[in-house]
Structure formats: C-alpha cells, structure tokens
C-alpha cells in the first residue's frame, strides 16, 4: 500500500491460499499430516483466506496486482558466472502455470516459519506448528481438533491458545522446560484466568495414537522421570519461529549468522538493500521500526545507505537460548532413537553418526565425524550430512528437520551454530508441479541449437585418437 | 612449515582419486581446495561413466575405469550406489535417428558392445519412454553412480589411510627451484613437497601459465536437477534429446543433467558463484519429453556446477619434465566415469615417474602449437553462451 501510494506499479505476490497438496510439503508453516478435508474446497478457502485480510482487499481496491495462491519459485539477475538473465526477474507458479516477472525493485518479505524439533510420533496426524495452528484458525478457517495441547510457552504459544480459545477448541496445557512462563506475567494471568495447566519443567516423551494422535506422554525433565499422560486430539508445537529466507539465499543474497534468533539472514544496509542490487529484505527479524520508509526512499532515489546497524529484534529471552533448551531436553529424555526426518525416515543417532540411508543397506568401513573444517572456513557443512544422511534432502527440503539437525549438530560436537554452514538453500523454494513449472517458450535456439552434453559429442574422425586402432 | 611427500591442489574427484592412491601406496599426502571437498565439476556430474567409444586413445582408460567401477565400494569401504545396467541414447525424432546412426558408426571404434535397438527393445529397459520413441543406441557396460557420494567416498577412503583434506585454503602458485617442483604458495602460507598434482579444473591453467603452458581448458558452468522419488523404474543410463541425461537414483528421485552452457572464468580465492537459471524450465520439459510420466512428480531441487572442458573434450593425464614432480590432469567433461582410473595413473605417475595405466595419446604434446586465443576463437571464452 505504501509503494502504490508513492505511485509505484505494484505486483504482491502470497502463496496463500495454498494448494492442499503443496501445504502437505509442511511450507512455509508446519501443517503436519492431518490436514482437514474441508482444504480440498477451493472456492470456500479462497473466500475465507481473502476475507480474512483487510489489508490484501484494500490492496485490491488500490489497484495492486494482488496474486494470490501463487508461489515465487526462484529470482534471477546477472550474476558473476551468468550474465545472460537481462532484466532481473522472479519466477513465479500458479495453478495453471508459470511466468517470470521482470522487476526494477524486489521487496522479500517472505515472514517466518515454525521450528518444529522431533519426539516421538511427531509424524502422527494432529501434531502441528504454532504458525500452522493459528493460520488454520484465523485464516483458512479450517481446524481439525477440539482438545490441544501447547509445547511451548513462548508469545507464539500463548497467541494460538488465545486464538484457539475463541473458537471454542479446548487447550488441554502448556509444556515448559524451564520454570519460567516465556510470554510474561500478563500472559501468564491469562493462561490461568483460563484453567489452562502449564507443566513447567517438562518436555513431550511421544504423541500416543495409532492413526492419529490420541494423547500425549508429557516426562518430567527434573531427574525424577515422572511421567504424564494427557488426553488430546492435536499437539501444537509452539517453541519458536525462524524467518523465511530460502528465497533471498538461493538467489545469492549474502547471509549472515544472527546470533539471537539463531537464523541465517539476509546482510542488508541502513536501507534494508541486500548485498544483491534493487533487493530488499523487509522482515520482523529486522531491528529498524520505520523498515518501509527507508526501502521505498531508497528505491524512489537510491538514497545512501551505511553499513546496517548490528542489532536484530529480541523477542523477551532469546530464542536461541530457548530452541536449545527444548533440543537438549527431548534429546535428553528421549534418546536418539527418534525420527528425526520424516522424509526419509533417520533417526537423530543416524544422523549424527552419518549413517547411509536404510535402503542403501551398506555400512561405514570406519566411523566418521561431521566436523571438517581446519582454520579456514566453517567446521561443519550440513551439505556434507545431507548428502551423506539424507537428512534434509527429502520432498520437503529440509524444512522441518534442518534447523533441529544444525542445533544438534552443535550439541553434540560442540561446535558454535554460527561455524555450522546450513545445507545450500536451492530453487524451487517450493517443490513444484513438473507440469506447471515447464518451460511454454521453448524456441527454435533452445530446442535446436542446444548443445549436446559435451562428453556425449561424438569426437570427430579427424581427432579420434589413432593409437589402438 | 608444513611438509609432505605428495601435494594435491583440486579436492574433487580426480584429486581425490589421485590422493586415495598415492596415500594407499604409502606417500604422505596433502588435498588443498579454495572450497570445500567436490564443490565445482563433482557436485554437479551426472553420475555416469561415458566409455568413449568413439576415441581409441581414451576408451581403453574407460575400460579400466569400468572393471574398477564394479568393486569400488569394496575398496572404498563406502557405498557410491554403483549401479552397472548399460547406457541407453534414445532418438525421438527423424533427425535425432540420423544422428544416433552417426553416433553408432563412431561408437564401433571401440569394441564395448553398443548396438542399435528398436523401440520396443528401448521401452523394456526404459518403460515410461514416450511413444514417441524412435530407436535407441545401446550396450550393457558401464553404469552410473550417485556423484555426492563417490566423492566423499574418496575423501573418507583416504583419511581413513592418514590422508589429510585442507578446505577453504586458496593455493597462489606452484613453487619450483632448479627445475624441481617444491610446493605451493597458499594462503596458508608455502606447504612443501617434492610432487604437485594439480587437479584444479579451469584453474590448472592459472597455476600453469607461469610455467609458459597454455593449459587447453575452458570452464563452464551447467545445471541439474532432480523431481520427488518415483518408484523404481529403469535402471539405465538415458540419454537423449540433444545430451540430456537422467537417470534414477536409488532413492527413485530423476536425477537429470543438461541443457545450455555458459563460458565462465575462475578466480583463484574464492568458491565460485554457480547461479542457477531460468532454464531449468527447458530442462523439465525435456524431461517430460523423454517420460511422460515426469509430470506427476514434483521438482525438488536444482544446482548448478562449473567444470573444466579440454579444447579436444579428452581427458589430459601429464607428468611435466620441467619441472621436475610436477604432473596435472583434467577430466574434460566426463572426469567422474573415469576418476578410478586416472587416479591411478595420477598416483602412479608422481610416485614412480610412470604408470600401467593406458594413458598413451593424453599427454599434452597433442596440444603443441595451440593459439593462445584458442578460447575466442572457439568461442568457449568467458560470457559465451551456448557455443
């Protein structure tokens, strides 16, 4: 609204609604595999995502290509190493195909994600994310459960049981590893103005269900071992969220380690520019309060800009702090013999010892370390593990598990998150529709002048070698 | 200041295959990248081994590549998902039938079996092929294996032996006193040893140039791709449609490789930048192309590598006179399929000043008289885009 105020032509581009199929990819929100049926009614989730966002239909009225349902792939510029792009432009894909827009200014603001870390029966239908939960409720309008439970105490915990309380669903507790209530006091008095019990110094031990989750074994992390089982239909996960930044990385945005969140962001300067030219990053991991004036003064007249200031937001303790916490206890309590990555089913113990996947059925002639890195360069590459595990490298890209593996990378080999290089982030940064993503201009010179693989040209007769013939 | 019998510059697979061996053999061996171990042409390779049928010089080097191939995870102690089913070129139209006749003709200079099938005997190795299948050219040698893994095979394989790997550790030049290779100038300061293998793709030829070489590579950078796993369906290695390779991993992902090639320079201190295209578009619809069953699945992931191509597309395997200890190789290519057997021939080259390996007609001399402006006038220099 505020570039098409300034009288910019303005294109918004948001993958919601989302397709039920590409939600079951568990992006940008971990939905988990008991999506509600009622999904699969497009018209209906198309009205109630639309009219659930004020702000989206007064963009619409203001004359912005609103796109909605659409999802940026990919984005493209001239590049050292590839200077044949032209125009910079972002890859987009609908329901009916794909497009690439050309643009003089591109403003990633691609939000967070959850992070979701692994116990046992995580994969079971009804176990979800604290950004899914409340995005299934306040805008998809569409919420399989009636009894929750809450992991985690965190702002993002407390908005879905507030939220989730409106409409009647019952929060059967909140799960704390520490003794501390992580929203506030006031957040607190809330909870239990509600009768909401919070089993502080606690972590999840397993989702119970056969089909669907049925109940939860909540263990006591005091040493006692005590254990709980509480009675619930969904368990959301609401610990902490990271920012979106597949786009801005598989473009070529440099990225830098942020300590608080603990995330790989985007570098950018005074005006929220990225290292790459006319990108901008506009994000709530950003500490600047005023991020839209300074981005659209940049973009009106390419103001100077100063290297950023070093501070990101801080959301009451550090998330860092919190996401290690809850690793180290469900570690703790529940052993590594837990799925650690859906996809391809490996376990945390797998994992950590670089185990080749089950369906290789081959070993390891001598046990091998993750850490590789001498003086120079980071100490351990999650491109490294992933190749060689496979965690992180299933159909959904590593958006649930690879945060929780880099955390227990660090733990367990003690290295700092900030020396462990996350695995490449690569585009799609979506899985797409091979059908829908196939390129329509295929033309003459790249259907017919299009080298053949160099190694499969035949070698002519005048340089075939003559030694053996 | 650190000491070693032999230094590798280049941690992808020919550097690492070269090491493997001299360290098994018994040297003290160094691998020093500017990146990280097989972060250029390795990362990217298809897989496959091409066993150059159509050069006499190179085929029997594809021949012992081959027989190495198949008790490569014995030796390793790793598994690289060898699979040997055969090669498979398909033809889909009129014109590709011409040309695969023509790929045949050359193919029979070598003796690895290729025949030329019908189309219903292309569908039973290959099920989905599209209906618009023509022909195929084929032979059950050779196979194709998971790049990722061969590579960290190797480097495994070789610490287990007290190899050491240095990333991340740009190397500057090559030393030499009195005609005798003595290490090399890193930003790590000067690592010395009495034999340099350089294995650094593109890069070889910086290092060599202030030896008076030209060095005949080009570098160029490439793109790939893979689609959600499928079940499994062929086992083959396909190819088709002006060069596109897929092949199905174990996993049942289609692993795909092709498409336009952009000429590109490299720099010696940093990783370089390997962006990916639009283009990967095409490459999907290729793939449909050739499978029409493709379309039911998802694109996953796509990358892009840089690799190092010779002037003739032939492997280079050289052990320089002057100076002394100095040897380079260069994969032109197909570097992966043959990694086992050069490195070999490397290791054996720099330990003992000559090799087993039949290496004959891949030396530099076949380059004697090059034109310094080889590249532009090939237009293979940097910037040139699908020549």
Redesign the interface.
Known sequence: MAARGADYEVTLIDEHPQELKNMSFDAPYFYGSGLPASLSDETAVFDNVLSSNELLLECVENEVDVKIGVVAWGAFHNAPNSQHIGTPKVGIVSREGNELLEYDALILATGSRDFVPSFKGWELPGVLGGKAGAKLLTSYQCFNGTRCLVLGTAPLAVEFARAACDRGIDIAGFVEPTSKFQAGDQELEWALNAGIPILYESVILEAGGTDKVSSATVISTDGSGKQAEVECDTICVSIAVLPNVELPAAMGCEMQFAEEHPAWVPKVDSNLQTSVQDVYWLSAFNAQDDQIPRILSAVGDAASASEAPTGTTQHGARAADYINVWVAKLLEMGGSDVVLCQCETVTRSEFLELQPPRYLKAGMRHPHVAVTGGDAGPKISQDLTKRMTRVGMGHCQGKRCRDEAAVLLSQHYGIPLKDIKPGSYRFPVRPIDMSLIAAEDDDYHTREKWPHWMHEEVVPESVAGTAKR | MMNYDVIVVGSGLLGLSTAYHAQKAGARVLVIDRG??AYEASSRA?GYL?LRA???????LAGMAEKLWDTL?EE????T?WTQKGRL?VAFSDKQLEELH??YK??T??DFGFELIDAQACRELIPILSPETRAGLYTPRSGHANP??VS?AYA??F??YGGT?????PVYSVIAEGGKAKGVKT??GDILADRVVLCAGGYNANLLEPFGVVFPVAT??LEALV???LPPMYEVGF?GL????IRQT??GNLHA??????W?DLDADIE???????????L??R??EAFPV??????????AG?LD?TR???TIIHRFDHPEGLLVAAG???GFGMAPAIGIAMAELALKGHTSAPI??LSLERFAGLSPTWKAEKKWDA?S???
Do not use: C
């Open positions: 990280a171990v298809t091409s159509d050069d006499p010089d190179e085929a029997p995870d390793l102690g790793y598994p998902e070129w023509q790929t050359a193919f200079r070598a990722q893994r960290q495994w394989a610490q287990d790997i240095l990333e991340h550790t930003a790590a160029v950078r689609t959600t796993p190819i002006n060069g596109l390779s174990k996993r490789n092709g498409g336009p090639h952009e590109v370089p930048n390997k962006p990916n295209t639009p283009i990967v578009r095409n999907v619809r793939m449909i493709a379309k039911g699945a998802q694109l996953l992931r796509t990358w840089v191509i003739d597309q032939k032109a290519g197909h004959e007609g910037g885009y699908n020549t």
